[in-house]
């Protein structure tokens, strides 16, 4: 109760993404009781998975947890569970964790559950084809990418061997851009020496998309770089290559003259598509508010819901103005909403659009190679690196993680050795298990294609 007895707004946010970490925070000094609620105990900075999946940074390092970032603002509760009710007209979020099931009743409600893996309604790929999404995705992959090279080392069949050796990244936006660069200096620098009976620099790296461009949205210049760059590495850059197939060994793909060809290809990387979370269609069934194709929430010009000024929809999850799925949207859409919940809880009426302003975008090829689109500056190679290096530096959240981060980065940028190349058969095996255990027990998941 606050001095005057009056209850405390109750603020529910939903993930500690991008999204819901950032609302949280920026409520601050509110006068209001936040719960945030993740089916995770981190907040995760996506952007740098594929440096955990190949052996850069350990897992901590770009998740630290939830309750010690928030532990000094005494306004929220980490509560740890799967949210998977929301009860508009109650106005309740259900969410359970083990065989505990906790109803949080809200007066305002932030949804920031982010998007997962499309596998544009093939969701048996996935099995064959992890994708990138969370730190069990990258240490899955760091598992299977390492693995490959054990492998490797004892097969004598050469057909096998070569199989064991190309490696095929779907998807030539970012995220595929990074983990094929990563594979082929991976290949070439950092396991020299360590094999006997092959040479791990004749690694075939093949980068994947349907699309006719390599980082299609950073416009003609740049793309044309990062395909030459990506191609100086030794990477095959396939564009006008669709995938109709994967299994254990290999892909099947479909060129742009219809015809079809197989790669031989034990690791399969996932990196093409994605789709909100289904909490959000939850929602949008329930005000009456519509989807897009990848079931985002169309949200008002000021992240709310029709008739609901009391639901915001932010990050990956909200369509509006055709803004990308990128954190700066994410944060900008969190700080956004913070204000007019803060407004809200003084009982004050607001509608205020969001405004959004871009800040460029950027990836990285390999080490010392980048490209930035930054409005009409166009940055490559060393100096667009060195301005990626920074903004991750500056956004990783908290000072231990920035610290250790950049000892691991010396490590391998400047010399040629990667820190965290541990993996366990767990990691590598234990989805695929679960997921037919689970669905022996209880038939196909629900959610169509989507792996959340
Ligand atoms: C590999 C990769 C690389 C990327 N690189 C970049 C980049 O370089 N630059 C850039 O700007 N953006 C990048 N992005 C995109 C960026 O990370 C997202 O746009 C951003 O994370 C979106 O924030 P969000 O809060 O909407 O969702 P998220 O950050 O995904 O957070 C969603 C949270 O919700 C939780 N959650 C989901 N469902 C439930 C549930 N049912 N119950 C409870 N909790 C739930 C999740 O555990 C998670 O913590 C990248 C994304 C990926 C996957």
Redesign the pocket.
């Known amino acids: 109760m606050s001095r005057t007895d009056q209850p405390k707004h109750r603020v529910v946010v ?7 970490l950032f609302a949280t925070k920026a409520l601050r000094r509110a006068d209001v009781e936040v719960t945030l ?4 105990t981190h ?2 900075f ?2 740098l ?2 440096q955990v999946a190949t052996g850069i940074l350990s897992e901590g390092e770009i998740a630290p947890p939830i309750r010690d970032v928030l532990r000094r603002q005494k306004n929220v509760r980490v509560v740890l ?4 009710d929301i009860d508009v007209a109650a106005r309740t979020v259900t ?1 359970t964790i083990l065989d505990r099931t906790t109803v949080t009743p809200y007066d305002s409600l932030v949804v ?4 997962g893996q499309s596998y544009f309604g093939n969701d048996r790929f996935a099995e064959f084809a992890p994708g ?2 969370t730190i069990d995705d990258a240490l899955e992959l760091r598992g299977r990418i390492f693995g490959a090279y054990e492998m490797a080392e004892i097969e004598t069949d050469p057909l096998a061997l070569d199989a064991w050796l190309t490696f095929v990244v779907v998807g030539a936006g ?2 595929g851009v990074e983990m094929a660069g990563q594979i082929a200096e991976l290949s070439r620098r950092t396991l020299k020496g360590n094999f006997r009976t092959f040479d791990p620099s004749t690694t075939r790296v093949v980068l994947l998309d349907a699309a006719g461009a390599v980082l299609g949205t950073f416009g003609d210049a740049l793309s044309t770089h990062a395909q030459h760059e990506l191609e100086d590495m030794g990477v095959e850059v396939q564009l006008g290559a669709k995938v109709v197939d994967v299994d254990a060994e290999g892909i099947e793909v479909e060129d742009v003259d219809g015809s079809r060809r197989r790669i031989e290809a034990r690791t399969k990387i996932w ?1 093409a598509g994605v789709a909100a ?1 289904p ?1 959000g269609r939850m929602v949008a069934e329930q005000t009456g508010a519509e989807l897009d194709r990848s079931g985002r929430v169309a949200v008002l010009p000021d992240l709310t819901l029709p008739e609901h000024p009391e639901i915001s929809v ?4 909200m369509a509006l103005d055709g803004l990308p ?6 944060i900008q859409g969190a700080r956004h909403v913070a204000r007019q919940i803060a407004a809200r809880a003084k009982g004050e009426q607001t509608s205020t659009p969001f405004r959004y302003r871009d800040k460029g ?3 990285t090829i390999s080490r010392f190679r980048a490209v930035a689109s930054i409005g009409r500056l166009h940055l490559r190679g060393f100096i667009a690196w060195v301005a990626w290096l920074a903004v991750h530096l500056i956004y990783l959240t908290a000072f231990k993680n920035r610290f250790t981060a950049l000892l691991h980065w010396a490590v391998s940028f400047v010399g040629r050795g990667r820190s965290e190349r541990t993996s366990t058969w767990q990691q590598v095996s234990a989805r695929t298990r679960l997921q037919r255990l689970e669905a022996g027990a209880t038939g196909p998941r629900p959610g169509g294609s989507v792996r ?1």
């Open positions: 939903i993930g500690s993404g991008f999204g819901g609620i993740d089916r995770t907040h995760l996506q952007p998975l594929y569970g799967d949210v998977h969410s920031a559950a982010g998007s990138m999404k970012p995220t990196a979370s909490l932010i990050g990956d999850m799925g990128v954190s700066p949207v994410a975008s950027m990836a959340d």
